[in-house]
């Protein structure tokens, strides 16, 4: 069992204790047996993915990715929430995690600029588990440089046309609706862009390709070909995309941190009982100094990950403006120290860390895309640089 005395801190109400609480119970009951369920095809990965949607949907827990107006559990979007229950999943199944924050990222946008009609339209559904939601930024040449964007949103009576192709989108596939980003001429680079709900049975839009991933989830690309959306599926206004999309990553990056916070957790605990289990030169290796230097690192680390995400998790609930610097210093410091803290694990435990199966193999397949999604921690450098020169 992890530590819980950080929900003592001051980051926390009554109310996220009870919700860690009531999370770490189910997940215990209902995540727990599914751990060990690792599909090898994309029929398996999907009917698991949409098995986990509905099970977090009967659980209540999809009603925080949406506002209390629309069937959420809370009156807006309660970031310190949703990093707790990303952290809990996360020790349990990072495809459990990977389930409930997508439903979450893929509404993000409606919920912050959609208009009453598709915030009526998209988001009880979410809350239900009966959509399954997509965010279609990346395209092949745009990854990090958005600005870059290729895909086009053209104009026409009542109409834009989109033509384009996405990459590396989630949900790709089992989507019910994505959030598109698209170039409408409404300016240069970043400018130029905007976004638009768009529902995954409009008529030229496909998925013609898959990606298989070492830690398995839906993951594939997505062609627009002379795809027609009515204006009114506009997000915000003309040119507004880059704002949309900034203030989507700027409440759930720092809840990438929390994930990795609870596979980095998952990785001390199984460190623990390695260590006081295994015998090695006639003692528990515990005993030794440079295993013990190990968990130190671990237990250092993983405070200091828990207190720079809760920090912008609070820091947003707060004062309810952009916490671009603290969700980006979470993200890169707490998805860095995953990979050091899992990489240790897999050390631990020696040729037994590498057979599959093992947890600490999964987690070490688990963390490595954190570092990537939502920004590189090179990008959330570029972030945090940027903002400290400004005084920010």
């Known amino acids: 069992m992890p530590d819980r005395s950080f929900l003592d801190w001051p980051f926390f109400d009554d109310a996220h204790r009870a919700l860690a609480e009531e999370v770490e119970a189910w ?68 495809l459990a995690d990977f389930c409930f924050v997508m439903q979450g990222l893929g509404t993000g946008a409606i919920s912050l600029f959609g208009s009453e009609a598709l915030k009526s339209r998209y988001l009880p559904g979410t809350a239900s588990g009966e959509r399954i939601a997509a965010f279609a930024l990346s ?26 192709e ?57 062609r627009f070909s002379n795809c027609r959306v009515p204006a009114t599926q506009m997000l915000a206004g003309p040119g507004d995309g880059f704002k949309v999309a900034m203030a989507s990553l700027d409440v759930f990056r720092s809840t ?12 001390l605990d199984e460190t623990l009982a390695r260590s006081r289990s295994r015998i090695a030169f006639g003692k528990p290796i515990a005993e030794t100094q440079l295993i013990q230097e190990k968990i130190a690192d671990m237990a250092v680390r993983i405070d200091a990950a828990a207190l720079l995400v809760y920090r912008s998790a609070w820091t947003k609930d707060r004062f309810k403006g952009r916490v671009t610097r603290e969700a980006a210093i979470a993200k890169l410091y707490a998805t860095e120290a995953a990979q050091e803290i899992v990489d240790q694990a897999v050390q631990v435990f020696g040729g037994q860390g590498v057979i599959v199966g093992n947890p600490v193999e999964r987690l070490y397949r688990e963390v490595r895309a954190l570092r990537i999604y939502e920004g590189t921690s090179e990008i959330q450098k570029l972030i945090v640089a940027g903002q400290t020169l400004a005084g920010n």
């Open 27 to 94: 997940a215990g009951d209902v995540v727990a047996p599914l751990e060990d369920e690792e599909p090898h095809d994309d029929a398996a990965l999907d009917a698991l993915c949409r098995r986990l949607v509905g099970l977090l949907a009967e659980g209540g827990w999809l009603r925080y990715c949406v506002p209390g107006s629309h069937g959420g559990a809370t009156e807006a979007l309660d970031v310190r929430s949703l990093c707790l229950i990303r952290e809990i999943l996360a020790r349990r199944s990072g």
């Open 139 to 164: 395209e092949p040449s745009s990854g990090s440089d958005v600005a870059a964007m290729t895909t086009t949103a053209t104009a026409d009576g009542a109409d834009y046309v989109l033509d384009g």
């Open 166 to 222: 996405k990459t590396l989108i989630s949900n790709a596939g089992i989507a019910s609706q994505y959030v598109v980003f698209a170039r409408t001429g409404d300016g240069e680079g970043a400018k130029g862009l905007s976004a638009f709900a768009v529902d995954a049975d409009a008529p030229g839009l496909s998925v013609p390709e898959r990606f298989p991933v070492i830690a398995p989830h839906p993951l594939g690309t997505v």
């Open 256 to 267: 990438v941190g929390a994930a990795a916070l609870g596979f980095s957790r998952r990785a």
